[in-house]
T-cell receptor
Framework: GEDVEQSLFLSVREGDSSVINCTYT??????LYWYKQEPGAGLQLLTY?????DMKQDQRLTVLLNKKDKHLSLRIADTQTGDSAIYFC?????????????FGKGTKLSVKP | KAGVTQTPRYLIKTRGQQVTLSCSPI?????VSWYQQTPGQGLQFLFE?????QRNKGNFPGRFSGRQFSNSRSEMNVSTLELGDSALYLC???WGTGGNQPQHFGDGTRLSIL
């Protein structure tokens, strides 16, 4: 398909791990990004992965990339209430009417105490 | 290092008016992209400027325009405002163009049309 797809909602308990999944569209995308948006704020770059990598870890965040299936995931270990936000994945494309980054619709993560 | 700065944070306008939004990129970044975010449509790309030249343009009517100055600061203008223009307008900057450098976003301008 044409769209970057994500599930819309995820609910977890504080202390559990969260896994947010994303399916992207363009196998030639070289960079894939994860952004976080809190209420009333812009998008905060969390992490990104180059397409020749399978995994990237950054503190509590682990990104897994399956190029064959065009599947990207973000795992948040020891999820805290402050992690409640909307998470967007994005793939890069070079130009065109959609711009250089194609975003999914975002996954709203709710963390219950 | 200061982040991307957007002004103003909030704007209220009426139909038919025009509005100008401003974006100051991170120092050293030469590319500025603008997005419209609404609950129904999500993030939609408006345009990208690099070295004062428009590089890409999204599928928005001609009422939406922009420009970039020699110091990389950018403005976008919306004329003849419509109710459907109510949205969060986000600006993002990156060092280069092409999507292979991360884009860093400002906190946006919330535009409400009455």
């Amino acid at each position: 398909g044409e769209d970057v797809e994500q599930s819309l909602f995820l609910s977890v308990r504080e202390g559990d791990s969260s896994v947010i999944n994303c399916t992207y569209t363009d196998s030639s995308s070289t960079y894939l990004y994860w952004y976080k948006q809190e209420p009333g704020a812009g998008l905060q770059l969390l992490t990104y992965i180059f397409s020749n990598m399978d995994m990237k870890q950054d503190q509590r965040l682990t990104v897994l990339l399956n190029k064959k299936d065009k599947h990207l995931s973000l795992r948040i270990a020891d999820t805290q209430t402050g992690d409640s936000a909307i998470y967007f994945c994005a793939e890069n494309r070079y130009g065109g009417s959609q711009g250089n980054l194609i975003f999914g619709k975002g996954t709203k993560l709710s963390v219950k105490p | 290092k200061a982040g991307v700065t957007q002004t103003p944070r909030y704007l209220i306008k009426t139909r038919g008016q025009q509005v100008t939004l401003s974006c100051s990129p991170i120092s050293g970044h030469r590319s500025v992209s603008w997005y419209q975010q609404t609950p129904g449509q999500g993030l939609q790309f408006l345009f990208e400027y690099f070295s004062e030249t428009q590089r890409n343009k999204g599928n928005f009517p001609g009422r939406f325009s922009g420009r970039q100055f020699s110091n990389s600061r950018s403005e976008m203008n919306v004329s003849t405002l419509e109710l459907g223009d109510s949205a969060l307008y986000l600006c993002a900057s990156s060092w280069g163009t092409g999507g292979n450098q991360p884009q860093h976003f400002g906190d946006g301008t919330r535009l409400s049309i009455l």
